[in-house]
T-cell receptor, first 115, second 112 residues
Framework: AQTVTQSQPEMSVQEAETVTLSCTYD???????LFWYKQPPSRQMILVIR??????QNATENRFSVNFQKAAKSFSLKISDSQLGDTAMYFC????????????FGKGTRLHILP | NAGVTQTPKFQVLKTGQSMTLQCAQD?????MSWYRQDPGMGLRLIHY???????DQGEVPNGYNVSRSTTEDFPLRLLSAAPSQTSVYFC???????????FGQGTRLTVV
């Protein structure tokens, strides 16, 4: 079964700094997707970025990028030039692979961007 | 392009009342699920479904029922509301093996 671990319950950084959120996972699959979700104080769940395991190139969406290390089963999220609006909970997630699977979420990292 | 539509956004119930949270998606996703999120915590899976006519229990199923009569709809029923069910509820849908889970806006439920 897949597992997802986020080891940083809470982080704080100054505005404009770069911050990296960690996520490790375990799976026996060879091809899969991984995702990062953002949940701001409004509680909306927003898909930030996704990575396909067979793609060697790390995904990038504007100021958000991932460092995907397949052999190490690591999927960290880097936020560059952080902004106050980046303050949120961030969840790493695995989608369901088959009919008996579930979406697997990490426990989340609460990120505070300080002015 | 509606995505996942979840209603209502807010609800207050008295202990013992029943209600149904509605969830509908228009993306033809096989997989749908319900989560609850308590303050400062992550998402806990209540029930999920991998297709019409198929449902299964998650981590915290007690006090909740679901059904999946169509691909589009996945309602969550609270049978007899209790204060412990005060939470924010999210519905999500996803293609199996796929490219992302899409969430409804959430329902903030208070049981008094």
């Amino acid at each position: 079964a897949q597992t997802v671990t986020q080891s940083q319950p809470e982080m704080s950084v100054q505005e404009a700094e770069t911050v990296t959120l960690s996520c490790t996972y375990d799976t026996s699959e060879s091809n899969y997707y991984l995702f990062w979700y953002k949940q701001p104080p409004s509680r909306q769940m927003i898909l930030v970025i996704r990575q396909e395991a067979y793609k060697q190139q790390n995904a990038t969406e504007n100021r958000f990028s991932v460092n995907f290390q397949k052999a190490a089963k690591s999927f960290s999220l880097k936020i560059s030039d952080s902004q106050l609006g980046d303050t949120a909970m961030y969840f790493c997630a695995f989608p369901p692979r088959g009919r008996d699977d579930k979406i697997i979420f990490g426990k989340g990292t609460r990120l505070h961007i300080l002015p | 392009n509606a995505g996942v539509t979840q209603t209502p956004k807010f609800q207050v119930l008295k202990t013992g009342q029943s209600m149904t949270l509605q969830c509908a998606q228009d993306m033809n996703h096989e997989y749908m699920s319900w989560y609850r999120q308590d303050p400062g915590m992550g998402l806990r899976l209540i029930h999920y479904s991998v297709g019409a006519g198929i449902t299964d229990q998650g981590e915290v199923p007690n006090g909740y029922n679901v059904s999946r009569s169509t691909t589009e709809d996945f309602p969550l029923r609270l049978l007899s509301a209790a204060p412990s069910q005060t939470s924010v509820y999210f519905c999500a849908s996803s293609p199996v093996g796929g490219r992302g889970a899409f969430f409804g806006q959430g329902t903030r439920l208070t049981v008094v």
